[in-house]
């Protein structure tokens, strides 16, 4: 078992950070949130369905090497529903003149921020992020922080897991194997 | 819906075209499989026209189940499938869109290319549109089917084998009417009602088919 005794209620505007161990089970615990992990005990509600409203970044960024950065982030947004517009979030993430590379030749990083582009395109208010600042550096880890919170603050609902805080009035969740605990 | 699905077509065929390998490997295996049976059997004409609706069937089934392993995979490990599935719509949209391109980049090509290999392996030429008509009916049943054993083997480390296992008992009607309908046709008798057959196997594989694989890729991804 991974955890348990899992209680709490997350809101429009909040930023909650999921934090433990590795292998405490965060990617597992998102990973039900969002629907894609079905065997566990107990009940997980959402206020109305959650596809349409959720923006899901799995802990591999879901980038094509084969496929351009813009290509990549053209399919996202096609199946997200997304409305912005894919060249500026790039540009938004300093791929600026990366957009016709193959990801493949890209790093680590910038494959990343390929996937986080799709942060900057809108139009999704519950954003559930697995380790969002690795492999990026600190610019990269600047532009995210301030992006989360101008979104949180237009009232998105942020879940993370990542030992890096984004502000102080962050709600934390802490899983360890004893149980897991809501820290204000 | 249909934008989402014109996009994802496109992104498929990019994907399959960027990395042509995978294209060529089922073409080249179907071309030397069936070209290694004059060598290995014997070169007389009649006993090759015997053999040669089996040989071609077989040969193409196997192209499309060995070209169908890594269907998923790449879109497993770069985490793009969790997106497939957690998207605003139904998963057979990407999932239908994945299989139509493979389709049209595995499957057409071995059936374009079947009329060359049967007349290789000696059948009357009369007797070739009926082989094209027959893998073209044929091989978007394998597609379809293998896929569901793909997805259900994508987070398998080595799902190669259990894939063969449990899609080759599948695939049996296929290649029983498949390459009886070659059969009928080299004796000179209608065709017609053995091509239906192959036709309502694939009207099942098409409408049933693509929920299936929706509903493997998500049991893969839940464990």
């Known amino acids: ?184 | 819906m249909s934008a989402i699905w014109w996009a994802s077509l496109r992104r498929e065929l990019t994907l399959i075209w960027r990395a042509p390998a995978d294209m060529v490997q089922p073409l080249f295996f179907f071309v030397v499989v069936v070209s290694l049976f004059p060598l290995g059997l014997s070169p007389k004409p009649e006993l090759l026209a015997l053999v040669a609706p089996g040989a071609v069937w077989v040969a193409a089934l196997l192209a499309v189940m060995l070209s169908l392993d890594g269907l998923f995979r790449r879109d497993q490990e770069s985490g793009a499938l969790d997106q497939m599935l957690t998207a605003p719509v139904v998963t057979v949209v990407p999932v239908s869109a994945k299989l139509l391109a493979h389709w049209l980049l595995t499957g057409l090509p071995l059936a374009l290319i079947a009329p060359l290999l049967g007349y290789m392996m000696q059948l009357p030429v009369a007797v070739l549109d009926t082989l094209m008509v027959s893998v073209l009916l044929g091989t978007p049943t394998l597609t379809v089917v293998g896929a569901i054993g793909a997805a259900l083997t994508v987070g398998l480390n080595r799902g190669g084998i259990l894939l063969a296992v449990l899609v080759l008992p599948l695939y049996i009607p296929v290649l029983v009417f498949g390459a009886g309908v070659v059969r009928t046709a080299q004796d000179g008798l209608p065709t017609d009602g053995l091509l239906a057959v192959l036709g309502a196997i694939l009207a099942l594989a098409l409408s049933l088919g693509p929920v299936a694989v929706a509903l493997g890729l998500r049991i893969s991804a839940g464990d």
């Open chain 1, 1 to 184: 078992m991974l955890f348990r005794d899992l209680d709490f209620s997350a809101h429009d505007g909040q930023i909650w950070q999921i934090t433990g161990a590795n292998g405490a089970g965060k990617t597992t615990l998102l990973r039900i949130l969002v629907g894609l992990h079905g065997f566990y005990e107990g009940e997980v509600r959402w206020d109305g369905p959650l596809a349409p409203s959720l923006l899901y970044l799995g802990h591999q960024p879901g980038v094509r090497e084969e496929l351009t950065a813009r290509e990549n982030l053209r399919y996202s947004q096609a199946l997200a529903g997304q409305s912005g517009d894919v060249d500026a979030a790039l540009d938004a993430l300093g791929l600026y003149g990366f957009e016709d590379v193959p990801a493949g030749r890209l790093s680590a990083g910038q494959k990343r921020r390929i996937a986080l582009a799709r942060l900057w395109l809108g139009d999704k208010r519950v954003w559930v992020l697995d380790e969002p600042f690795t492999a990026i550096d600190q610019d990269g880890v600047a532009r995210l922080d301030a992006r989360l919170r101008e979104a949180a603050a237009a009232g998105t609902l942020v879940l993370y897991t990542s030992h890096h805080r984004v502000g102080e009035d962050v709600h934390r969740l802490h899983l360890s194997g004893a149980g897991a605990e809501v820290l204000a």
